[in-house]
Nanobody, 123 residues
Framework: VQLQASGGGLVQAGGSLRLSCTDSHRTSSNNGMGWFRQAPGKDRDFVASISWNGGATLYADSVKDRFTISRDRAKNTMYLQMSGLTPEDTAVYYC?????????????????WGQGTQVTVSS
């Protein structure tokens, strides 16, 4: 497995979680990376992305101002700090490596995917 996502869990509404995604093969350092999520019965949707050097980020409107994406290239790890969580944020969260240096909102722009980590927000 190249990308390993972790940090999911059960949290009450209004709470916070930090997800991590580690690239064990160290092949993502010059690529954009992103987070997507998939709720039961729904498509896998874009959450956030970050460029190779962390200088450019994109967010879905639904998480903007609540979630923060970051990365530590020295640790080959990307993070998603989530706050103000609501039950609508409940989903399996997937991390992915983009084909290019910048992230994207489009799933097909990503070449490697992690296995996902479950986030459940109770009301």
């Amino acid at each position: 497995v190249q990308l390993q996502a972790s940090g999911g869990g059960l949290v009450q509404a209004g709470g916070s979680l930090r997800l991590s995604c580690t690239d064990s093969h160290r092949t993502s350092s010059n690529n954009g990376m992103g987070w997507f999520r998939q709720a039961p019965g729904k498509d896998r949707d874009f959450v956030a992305s970050i460029s190779w050097n962390g200088g450019a980020t994109l967010y879905a409107d639904s998480v903007k101002d609540r979630f923060t994406i970051s990365r530590d290239r020295a640790k080959n790890t990307m993070y998603l700090q989530m706050s103000g969580l609501t039950p609508e944020d409940t989903a399996v969260y997937y991390c992915a490596t983009a084909r290019r240096a910048y992230g994207s909102r489009t799933r097909s722009d990503y070449v490697y995917w992690g296995q996902g980590t479950q986030v459940t927000v109770s009301s």
